[in-house]
Nanobody, 123 residues
C-alpha cells in the first residue's frame, strides 16, 4: 500500500552535512509515524529517529541527538533526515520506515520499509 524511496545519500567528509529524503507513493503518509534506521556493514539495523504523524513530536537515539533532525512535509508526502556534524561512525545504509497507526510512542514496530540510501563519512 505504501512504497518508500530514500535519496540524498553520498560521500561527505567528517564534520559535514547531508539531508536525506524519503518519498512515499501509494498512500498518504499523514496517518503514519515515521522512523529512520541505519545499518553499518556487518552490523544489525538500529533505530535512529522517529517523528509523529503531524510532526509535533520527535525522538532520537542518544548517539545522534543534537546532530540529526527528523522532519516531515505531509503535503509533499516526504520525510527528511538532516544530518549535521557527521562522524565516520555514521557511515551506514539509511532506511526510512512507516509505523502502524494508533501505535505506541515511540513506535516499536514498522510496517513499510524503503530500499535504503548509502551514507559514507570519510575521516
Amino acid at each position: 500500500q505504501v512504497q518508500l524511496v530514500e535519496s540524498g545519500g553520498g560521500l561527505v567528509q567528517a564534520g559535514g552535512s547531508l539531508r536525506l529524503s524519503c518519498a512515499a507513493s501509494g498512500r498518504s503518509l499523514s496517518m503514519y509515524a515515521m522512523g529512520w534506521f541505519r545499518q553499518a556493514s556487518g552490523k544489525e539495523r538500529v533505530f535512529v529517529a522517529a517523528i509523529s504523524q503531524r510532526g509535533a513530536v520527535t525522538y532520537y537515539v542518544d548517539s545522534v541527538k543534537g546532530r540529526f533532525t527528523i522532519s516531515r512535509d505531509n503535503a509533499k508526502n516526504t520525510v527528511y533526515l538532516q544530518m549535521n556534524s557527521l562522524k565516520p561512525e555514521d557511515t551506514a545504509v539509511y532506511y526510512c520506515a512507516a509505523a502502524p497507526p494508533m501505535g505506541t510512542w515511540p513506535p516499536r514496530e514498522y510496517d513499510y520499509w524503503g530500499q535504503g540510501t548509502q551514507v559514507t563519512v570519510s575521516s
